[in-house]
């Protein structure tokens, strides 16, 4: 069965520090993957979606950006976080085919100080 | 216009209480649709699948009505356990990997 493993769970980061969550999925080629952020009390935002390794598309412009070094593997990374960077943020994979539904990690939740 | 809205609520209902909760979609071309289920600090988990002719699964049933664009989901005999944030999903029309998520709708089952 496939599976999705996301860490670290929690992280605090000062202002201006570097970020870099990591996301890999199990029991499945060539997924679609996602990073998403959610903010207290609100809904989902999508940030980044990948078909394949290497292709990024990102939905919204702002200091942080997203690789995938490898097929299952997908990093969201930032040089300087900001205080508006603090969330929880998502990882999700999505098998081929416009009927399958996706598949959250277990999230991680970033507190900036 | 968003291409999913919902009811944010909050619903209250009492236990073993029927509770039904709609979305709207704005792309009458939408291949699949699902409800998920989200506790509070947790990630969104897929409750279950909309078929065209609507289905079931125990207390839960879903359905969806393609000409006024909406799909619903009904909970029966409300447990304390239900209570959690609801959220409709819509993939997109054409070939991409695009699903659309509605904000959620909370619902909380009172003792």
């Known amino acids: 069965s496939q599976t999705i493993h996301q860490w670290p769970a929690t992280l605090v980061q000062p202002v201006g520090s570097p970020l870099s969550l990591e996301c890999t999925v199990e029991?499945?080629?060539?997924?679609?993957l996602y990073w998403y952020r959610q903010a207290a009390g609100r809904g989902l935002q999508l940030l980044f979606y990948?078909?394949?390794?290497?292709?990024i598309s990102s939905e919204v412009p702002q200091n942080l950006s997203a690789s995938r070094p490898q097929d299952r593997q997908f990093i969201l990374s930032s040089k300087k976080l900001l205080l508006s960077d603090s969330g929880f943020y998502l990882c999700?994979?999505?098998?081929?085919?416009?009927?399958?539904?996706?598949?959250f990690g277990d999230g991680t939740r970033l507190s900036i100080l | 216009r968003k291409e999913v809205e919902q009811d944010p609520g909050p619903f209250n209902v009492p236990e073993g209480a029927t509770v039904a909760f709609n979305c709207t979609y704005s792309?009458?071309?939408?291949?699949?649709f699902f409800w998920y289920r989200q506790d509070c600090r947790k990630e969104p988990k897929l409750l279950m699948s909309?078929?065209?002719s609507g289905n079931e699964d125990g207390r839960f049933t879903a359905q969806l009505n393609r000409a006024s664009q909406y799909i619903s989901l009904l909970i029966r005999d409300s447990k304390l356990s239900d209570s959690a944030t609801y959220l409709c999903?819509?993939?997109?029309?054409?070939?991409?990997?695009?699903?659309?998520f509605g904000t959620g709708t909370r619902l909380t089952v009172i003792p």
């Open positions: 999700a994979w999505r098998g081929a085919g416009s009927n399958q539904p996706q598949h």
């Open positions: 029991g499945t080629s060539n997924p679609n």
């Open positions: 990948s078909v394949g390794i290497g292709q």
């Open positions: 792309n009458s071309a939408s291949q699949s």
């Open positions: 909309v078929y065209s």
């Open positions: 999903v819509v993939t997109s029309a054409v070939q991409t990997p695009l699903l659309f």
